[in-house]
């Protein structure tokens, strides 16, 4: 038999576990979020949240008895994979949550003694949602939680949950997702330290051509990565805090947070020159106006000036010069010392074209640059084979020259009869001009891999100073901000 953590009146206890997540703002003081990339594809999460649990005469369903075992919800997760998930209390002990049963047990009987009148503001509905809410909490994913939730909607619970009520939106909450419940004996007053930490996917690019085109082209340098968290929930807590640790060789130069308030104009907080933001609850006491609160969070990556970056782009363009330098004397150097020279800059370059032990987001961000590089690279390499192994020389082609000759003569002989006689013959010969050999048919396509060679040098060089002029304005704006100015904070 397995043993269950849920004891006592689950009416009673899901009763209460769904009024403090319905009013997390009230008791909940503090929750900060640290994300941090494990791969370019996956996040870890690491949550604290600080809790003062409310006094009796809070539980407008009934209060807990004193050291009475109360379920507190923690948040609500998304109905997606955890994995690594574990949570520990202030000193480090591993604590334990509900199960999905036990957690959609409790939820369920939460809302049907809250729909059927527990409290006495709502009108009874003798169980009519009890099925209904119980497939709302315990659908298997988000999609067929929110399919339900429409279904039970449209059959009449929109009629007993306003659209203005911090319990119905709990219960779209619920649909996407689940309560993270833990067992704490109730004392009120008492504060109270949890740690949760678990790890989820992240998809790195927008899906589509428009999200491949604009990875490629920060892949190059030329604009910032943006990457988006979306649906943050920040009505669960009187102070919300985000914090995102940058990769290593990696610059977050820009954090603005988005908030959509119910019945509000959305409210953003940044662009800020640093990885952590944060927000509050408009009114702590009125939880109507903060449980629906929802952020996000939007990051503009680059990746570092220096470092690779940099080296690639003088040895590519280092590699571009030699190229061309070569090609203009093709008939005039030797084969092998030209082609030895040529692959000394190729060699040079592909050690930063590979680098054990680089984070995944700091190696998608210089992919394109690494993949210009080995395009100058790989012409250089073909062009020092072509070079080593082929005729550099044509052999001469004599050229016709002219002489301009002229005659000296004298007539001999008696008067009637005089004969013509040459005495001579005088020509001017031009000085001789030696034979020089021509450049093979190799120099066309040497200059060929030269000009392909310089196109990418040209884009290494567009992508190095977008990224060094985006740097620079993210300095200048963390002076700005440092020194207070109001411009720099959008609300």
Same mark, same amino acid.
């Given at each position: 038999m397995t043993s269950s953590l849920l004891v006592g009146d689950v009416e009673r206890l899901g009763v209460i576990a769904?009024? $403090?997540?319905?009013?997390?703002?009230?008791?909940? +003081?503090?929750?900060?979020?640290?994300?941090? %990339?494990i791969d370019a594809d996956t996040v870890l999460h690491r949550r604290s949240i600080d809790l003062i649990l409310p006094d009796a005469d809070w539980f407008p369903g009934g209060a807990p008895d004193e050291n009475e075992l109360i379920y507190v919800p923690l948040g609500i997760a998304e109905k997606?994979? $955890?994995?690594? %998930?574990?949570? !520990?209390?202030?000193?480090?002990?591993a604590v334990s949550v509900l199960s999905t049963h036990e957690n959609g047990q409790l939820a369920t009987a939460g809302f049907n003694a809250l729909i059927d009148g527990y409290l006495a503001s709502r009108p009874l509905a003798a169980h009519a949602f009890k099925q209904p809410l119980r497939r709302i909490v315990t659908a298997p994913n988000g999609s067929e939680g929110a399919r339900e939730l429409a279904s039970a909607m449209e059959a009449g619970l929109a009629a007993v949950l306003s659209t203005a009520d911090q319990y119905r939106t709990l219960l779209e909450d619920l649909s996407t997702g689940f309560m993270v419940l833990v067992g704490v004996p109730y004392k009120p007053g008492v504060n109270h330290l949890f740690k949760l930490e678990w790890t989820q996917s992240y998809l790195w690019s927008s899906p589509?051509?428009?999200?491949? $085109?604009?990875a490629l082209a920060a892949s190059l340098g030329l604009v910032n990565k943006e990457l988006t968290f979306a649906r943050l929930e920040v009505g669960g807590a009187f102070s919300t805090i985000f914090e995102f640790i940058q990769p290593e060789d990696v610059r977050i130069l820009r954090t603005t947070l988005a908030i959509e308030r119910l019945g509000a104009e959305p409210q953003t907080v940044g662009p800020r020159p640093h990885v952590v933001v944060n927000a509050r609850v408009v009114d702590p006491q009125n939880p109507i106006a903060n449980r629906s609160d929802r952020g996000t969070v939007r =990051?503009? =990556? +680059?990746?570092? +000036?220096?470092?690779? %970056? $940099?080296?690639?782009?003088? =040895?590519?363009? =280092? !590699?571009v010069i030699a190229l061309w330098a070569v090609t203009g004397r093709l008939a005039e150097l030797d084969a092998q010392t030209t082609s030895a020279v040529i692959l000394v800059l190729p060699a040079v370059l592909s050690a930063y074209l590979i680098r054990q032990g680089e984070h995944a987001i700091a190696g998608r961000l210089l992919a394109g640059v690494r993949g210009c590089g080995l395009g100058i690279a790989g012409m250089a390499l073909v062009a020092a084979m072509l070079i080593g192994v082929g005729d550099l020389r044509r052999d001469p082609v004599p050229r016709p020259s002219t002489l301009h000759c002229s005659t000296v003569s004298a007539t001999l002989g008696p008067h009637p009869e005089p004969v013509p006689t040459v005495m001579g013959m005088r020509c001017d010969v031009p000085a001789a001009k030696p034979l020089a050999a021509r450049a093979s048919h190799l120099r066309g396509v040497v200059e060929k891999m030269s000009v392909a060679a310089t196109a990418l040098a040209l884009l290494l060089s567009i992508g190095a100073l977008s990224t060094w002029y985006a740097t620079r304005k993210a300095l200048r704006l963390d002076r700005s901000v440092q020194s207070g100015r109001p411009e720099d904070r959008i609300t």
């Open positions: 769904v009024d $403090l997540a319905a009013n997390m703002p009230a008791w909940t +003081r503090r929750r900060k979020t640290t994300y941090s %990339f997606d994979t $955890l994995a690594g %998930f574990g949570m !520990t209390d202030r000193n480090g002990a589509g051509v428009g999200g491949g $085109l604009r =990051l503009a =990556l +680059r990746s570092r +000036r220096g470092g690779s %970056f $940099l080296a690639i782009v003088v =040895l590519g363009w =280092l !590699t």
